[in-house]
């Protein structure tokens, strides 16, 4: 049958911005995983979901069809998809509020009114835009180097982007800078921040941030990212402060620290007034029923216990590799902080003995040589500001950082080896010295 002619054309039809559009990419975009891959590029939890599950991966005492033996307190409810999802979730506000009521920057109390909950982070980021800003005229504000899904996301809803980028070294805010874009323009509606930064894993101060909240003539929105903040020091969130300030979002969410990045749940702590329009503008239900029964679930005291195990064992592979890595010929400085489960790494275009220096090219070529001979999946950001030759590292379970170390040292020396750039039999020598010397051995 021939085909039918249509007048149709989609560069005609579809929004000029969407066919503009650069989608988010991450490593896997490139390096499908088999199930043999070390996956250590999208900062997901290695040691797996902060619930207490059983040897075998299963919910003691839970049956088919969601029900419960008497010592189980986790019930996902099979018999009950037929029925949509409550649309306001307060039992899980609130335990989000429980969660982060710490007292540490205001003696008032979070409630279920100030909050939204939405699919992960990107929700909330998507849904700000069009609460606060009106397509083809406004503005946001990022700092880059940042999370690449403001700028998507900004896009997708034609909004335009100042960027004003963070100070090296460092990573810290030019407070001063964005103070002043925000006096000369009042189409700068949102500022997205991100704390602890990705890439950077700096964490920003409150010193950094209340300038910009107490700016005299703005009126717009600070939106604070802290996706990564349970890998901060005790009491660095900020989410209760949203109580004294009333143009402050902080967005949480459950993939990071609490492993449950397949469940897609996120946190918009804010005004009631802000959570009221949030709230209003999404999806009736928008977070399904077995998101939010294992989320509830993972809030409760003992779940939040393995959660804190979890995050344990991270924060000492995460020192290790700062021990470790660095002994490795061609790995430069660590930039930003160790605020969060990743780090952010130079590798140098020969060894540091031979007058290394940051390079693009090695970083891509050690960022193709791990994925596609070793099966080690990391990040490449050399193309982001301040971040010449720098890999992201997430820091995965023990085993995991055993082998990444071994397999980084290799593919690094087989690139000098073939630029000539490897190297002294005398420095070898050395370096396999202190190596053997040490107590945490790197292959």
């Known amino acids: 049958m021939a085909q039918r002619k249509s007048p149709f054309d989609l560069s005609k039809c579809a929004r000029p911005n969407i066919l503009a559009l650069e989608p988010y990419r991450c490593a896997r975009d490139d390096y499908k995983d088999d199930g043999t891959n070390i996956l250590l590029d999208a900062n997901e939890n290695a040691y797996g979901p902060a619930l207490a599950l059983d040897g075998r991966g299963k919910l003691p005492g839970s049956a088919v069809n ?13 018999l009950g998809l037929n029925r949509y999802p409550d649309p306001h979730q307060v039992d899980l506000k609130e335990l989000l509020c429980k969660l982060r009521n710490t007292h540490t920057h205001t003696t008032k109390t979070l409630t279920s009114d100030n909050l939204f909950v939405g699919v992960g982070s990107d929700e909330a980021i998507d849904a700000l835009l069009r609460c606060f800003c009106v397509p083809g005229r406004d503005k946001i504000l990022t ?17 335009s982007l100042v960027k004003i980028p963070l100070l090296t070294p460092g990573f ?46 703005w009126n717009g929105v600070v939106v604070l990212d802290e996706a990564y903040i349970d890998f901060a020091p005790e009491g660095a ?13 902080v ?9 449950l990045a397949g469940i897609r749940l996120g946190a918009a702590f804010t005004s009631p007034q802000i959570a009221r329009l949030l709230n209003s503008l999404k999806a009736p239900y928008n977070i399904s029923n077995p998101t939010s029964q294992l989320a509830r679930a993972a809030l409760t005291p003992q779940h939040l216990g393995v959660m804190r195990e979890k995050r344990e064992k991270i924060i000492v592979q995460r020192d290790r590799l700062q021990r470790e890595l660095p002994r490795i010929p061609g790995i430069g400085k660590f930039l930003g902080g160790s605020d969060s489960n990743f780090l952010l790494v130079e590798i140098l275009d020969a060894p540091l003995e031979k007058g290394g220096k940051p390079s693009n090219e090695t970083a891509l070529a050690v960022y193709e040589g791990l994925a596609e001979e070793k099966g080690v999946v990391v990040r490449f950001r050399g193309k982001e500001v301040g971040c010449l030759g720098c890999l992201r590292i997430t820091v995965g379970t023990e085993k995991e950082v055993d082998r990444f170390l071994v397999e980084i040292k290799a593919v690094l020396g087989n690139i000098y080896s073939k630029t000539g750039k490897g190297l002294t039999s005398a420095s070898s020598e050395n370096e396999e010295a202190r190596e053997r010397s040490a107590n945490d051995v790197v292959a």
């Open 66 to 78: 969601g029900t419960l033996s008497a010592e189980a307190d986790l019930d996902v409810d099979l």
């Open 143 to 159: 700092c880059p180097p940042t999370y690449g899904m403001y700028s998507v996301s900004a896009q997708v809803n034609d909004i």
């Open 172 to 217: 810290s805010l030019d407070v001063s800078s964005i103070t002043t874009a925000l006096a000369a323009d009042p189409h700068i509606k949102l500022i997205y921040l991100c704390s602890p930064g990705n890439p950077t894993g700096s964490l920003l101060s409150k010193s950094e941030i209340k300038p910009i909240l107490e700016h005299p003539t």
């Open 237 to 249: 969130s900020l989410a209760e402060w949203v109580i004294e300030w009333p143009n402050l979002v």
């Open 251 to 259: 967005m949480q969410t459950l993939s990071k620290a609490f492993g």
